[in-house]
């Protein structure tokens, strides 16, 4: 893709007759502004994100609290799955070719 100017994609588009949009280059640049303050804003959260302590109490809590979770959807997959085969009538955990 080529790097075009605004000028030359509004030219190609519109050809050389057609006025300028109003306030084409204010938009433009409030445009670039808000873009830019975003990015700056994503930054400094990151940043701040990289530079927070966290307590190894904090830690171990949160590895503790997910690995409960998991075990809780491993029982509930279980569970589905024991409904299902109780629904068809046959066990599911029966290899197909026996």
């Known amino acids: ?3 075009d100017s605004i ?12 006025p300028a949009p109003v306030d084409l280059q204010a938009r433009v640049l409030a445009s670039v502004q808000q873009q830019a303050a975003e990015i700056s ?5 990151a940043s701040a994100w990289r530079e927070r ?10 590895v503790a609290f ?8 491993s029982i509930g997959f279980e ?6 085969a109780s629904l068809i ?3 599911t955990n029966k290899p197909a070719y026996s």
């Open 66 to 73: 997910s690995s409960a979770g998991l075990g809780i959807l």
């Open 89 to 91: 009538g046959h066990d």
């Open 41 to 45: 804003a994503s930054a400094r959260t």
């Open 1 to 3: 893709m080529r790097n």
């Open 7 to 18: 000028e030359t994609l509004l030219l190609r588009h519109y050809g050389s007759a057609a």
């Open 53 to 62: 302590r966290v307590s190894r109490r904090r830690v171990l809590r949160l």
């Open 79 to 84: 569970g589905l799955r024991q409904v299902e």
